[in-house]
């Protein structure tokens, strides 16, 4: 066992406090370098132990950050990257880590980027990790942006191209790609249906109650949100209709994922806590927050990086292995969120379907977690939520389906993924909240 693996394995044992029959075998195999060895050894310590994993996860991931070096961890919030409100013209969303990043000129300040912005930008400001980050972009671009530009809006529509409506429509924007970006049961937004079409706007109960989760100790933490997603989700079931967790990309994984950046890339970094702690003081000020519980104001549009605060460190970005991790981890640790199906019309009505029946028989909700194949899955509904990507229709944005490829193929190389068909999605025909798909009005924010 190679000398930097028993290190490692030594860091994570501490930082996770595991019992004493884990394995060391187990360990070294889901710390070695390899994707495919980190999955399936985090698979099996989460099946003999799902909810301790999930207690044990630090703010930086399963793996600890390494000691804090200050030069590393700065973010400039000066100069070129002064804070500063958008103007009218300027387009805001439901993304407060990307409001954040255009409100300090780390994304393009009108909020329309391209995947090289993004990617530099993001790397800058959070060290989200650049595979994770063309994937996320190209998948903006092609689904709600203007492909043939190479651009996408983090907020509302796109300023209107009589080139690419013709073949695709004109780009909605973050804000109105609902179930296929944005999805229901989210921290801080409305569900679509009960926002009336307005997912974007944040509702401050629903930032309250996320916000007392930090408790006594003023902490957030992985298993904290996690539970708290679960919480969110019995919410949507008895107060939404239309409530739908179905299997597209946006619903069953950038929305948990969206609880799980919260904790890695808003915590402040030091040398006490190298891997990062969030406290409400942090968290109220990327949200754009203002004010105490009971009084908090959402300052719309305004979304702020503090002062003096540190990104998690370049040694450990988070990137494209880190979703399905954070995820998996999720949703052994807490079965109940595990939720794909949809209300049927009325409140309390959910009713799941099948894993088997969406990938036809090639997985269910036992070998969904076996191997490496919820990364597989994930990235899967990432390819299947680009419309005729793999059939080669659209021939004109094959350099931009070829960034995806380049990007997350090596990584999907490596994971010994099954063979999956076409998703058999005619099954959430039935659930009303899938076909609610509401466009926007030119608000920009
Ligand atoms: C290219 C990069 C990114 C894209 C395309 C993206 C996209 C999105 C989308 C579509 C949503 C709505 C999901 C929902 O309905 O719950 C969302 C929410 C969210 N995102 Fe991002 N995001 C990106 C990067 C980030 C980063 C870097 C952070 C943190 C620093 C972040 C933090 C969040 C949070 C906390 C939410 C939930 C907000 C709430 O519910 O109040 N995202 N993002
Ligand atoms: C905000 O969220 C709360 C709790 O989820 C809900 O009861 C309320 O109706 C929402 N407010 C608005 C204005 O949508
Ligand atoms: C981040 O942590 C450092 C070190 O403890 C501290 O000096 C700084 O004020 C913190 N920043 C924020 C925004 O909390
Ligand atoms: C996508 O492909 C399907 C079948 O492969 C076809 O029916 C559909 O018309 C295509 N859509 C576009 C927008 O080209």
């Not at 994937?135 to 191209?161: C, F, K």
């Not at 919480?231 to 949507?236: D, G, L, M, T």
Request: aromatic share 12%.
């Amino acid at each position: 066992m190679a000398r930097k693996s028993m290190t490692l394995i030594a860091l994570v044992s501490r930082a996770l406090a595991f019992p004493a029959w884990v394995n060391e075998d187990v360990m070294a195999r889901a710390l070695s370098s390899t994707n495919s060895a980190w999955t399936e050894g985090l698979r099996q310590l989460s099946l003999q132990d799902p909810l301790g994993v999930s207690r044990g996860e630090s703010n930086c991931g399963i793996i600890p950050c390494p000691s804090f070096d200050e030069k590393d961890a700065f973010v400039s919030i000066t100069g070129e990257h002064e804070y500063m409100a958008p103007t009218e013209s300027d387009i805001r969303g439901p993304c407060p880590g990307l409001n954040a990043a255009a409100n300090h000129g780390y994304l393009p300040r009108n909020g329309i980027a391209s995947i090289e912005q993004t990617v530099a930008g993001l790397g800058a400001l959070y060290n989200l990790g650049p595979t994770l980050t063309t994937a996320l972009a190209v998948y903006a671009v092609l689904i709600t942006g203007n492909p043939l530009e190479g651009v996408w809006s983090i907020g509302g529509p796109l300023p209107t191209d009589p080139l690419t409506s013709a073949l695709l429509g004109n780009g909605q924007g973050l804000s109105y790609s609902h179930n296929n970006y944005e999805g229901d049961a989210s921290i801080g937004r409305n569900d679509i249906y009960l926002g009336g079409g307005d997912a974007h706007s944040l509702n401050v109960t629903k930032f309250e109650h996320a916000y007392s989760v930090g408790g006594d100790e003023d902490r957030y933490t992985m298993d904290k949100f996690r539970q708290h997603f679960g919480s969110v989700q019995q919410e949507s079931i008895a107060t939404n209709p239309y409530y739908f967790s179905g299997g597209a990309f946006g619903p069953f994984i950038v929305v948990p994922a969206a609880y799980n950046f919260v904790i890695n890339l808003m915590s402040n970094h030091s040398a006490e806590e190298p891997s990062g702690y969030l406290d409400g003081y942090n968290f109220k000020s990327f949200f754009g927050i203002t004010g105490e519980p009971g009084n908090f104001k959402w300052q719309r549009g305004q979304e702020r990086v503090p002062e003096n605060w540190y990104r998690r460190s370049s040694a450990r970005p988070y990137d494209i292995e880190d979703i399905p991790i954070d995820a998996l981890i999720g949703y052994l640790g807490y079965p109940n969120t595990l939720l794909l199906g949809g209300n049927t019309g009325t409140v309390n009505s959910f009713t799941g379907v099948d894993f088997n029946d969406l990938t036809g028989g090639v997985l269910n909700a036992q070998t969904l977690f076996e191997g490496n194949n919820f990364a597989c899955f994930t990235y899967q509904l990432l390819e299947q939520g680009i419309p005729n990507f793999s059939t080669g229709l659209l021939n004109d944005l094959k350099p931009i389906t070829d960034l995806l490829n380049s990007a997350i193929g090596p990584f999907l190389g490596g994971l010994s993924c099954p063979q999956f068909g076409q998703f058999n999605t005619g099954i959430f025909d039935h659930f009303p909240g899938h076909s609610y798909s509401p466009t926007g009005p030119d608000t920009n924010y």
